[in-house]
């Protein structure tokens, strides 16, 4: 978290991780709560305010997590780009499993964001945009 919206260069919280990170997401919906993701194949969702985890995703598929990006318009559902090529997204009451998985790459899922509640673009290393 920053002091001010333009002092973005001066973090008030540093957060010890297990691995090398991948990304960040900031929820925009819960605004305590950012998605890291690691080359261990996890998404972990952490409380920024008390430096704890919320939840862990842990890929069935021993894949990198390459991307994680929160919904805009909800606090529960993030999607995470995949080096198994897909795209898994995640309700995170229950991350034993993914709510949906979008396939259609040839490659790993480098990137994803939200266009909107319910548009969701992918990018991937088989140099195709979903």
């Known amino acids: 978290m920053v002091n001010e919206p333009t002092d973005v260069h001066c ?7 297990r691995s090398k990170l991948i990304c960040l997401s900031w929820n925009k919906y819960t605004k305590n709560h950012i998605a890291s993701c690691d080359y261990e194949g996890t998404v972990t969702v952490w409380h920024v305010s008390t430096r704890q985890e919320e939840s862990v995703i842990n890929s069935n598929t021993r894949a990198n997590m390459c991307s994680a990006k929160f919904n805009p318009g909800s606090s529960i559902h993030v999607a995470v780009g995949s080096a198994d090529h897909d795209i898994h997204y995640y309700d995170l009451r229950n991350t034993s499993q993914p709510v949906h998985v979008f396939t259609g790459h040839q490659k790993a899922v ?3 964001k939200f266009m909107s509640n319910d548009e969701l673009a992918s990018a991937s290393t088989d140099s195709t945009l979903h």
């Open 110 to 112: 480098s990137y994803v």
């Open 11 to 17: 973090p008030i919280v540093e957060m010890a991780t």
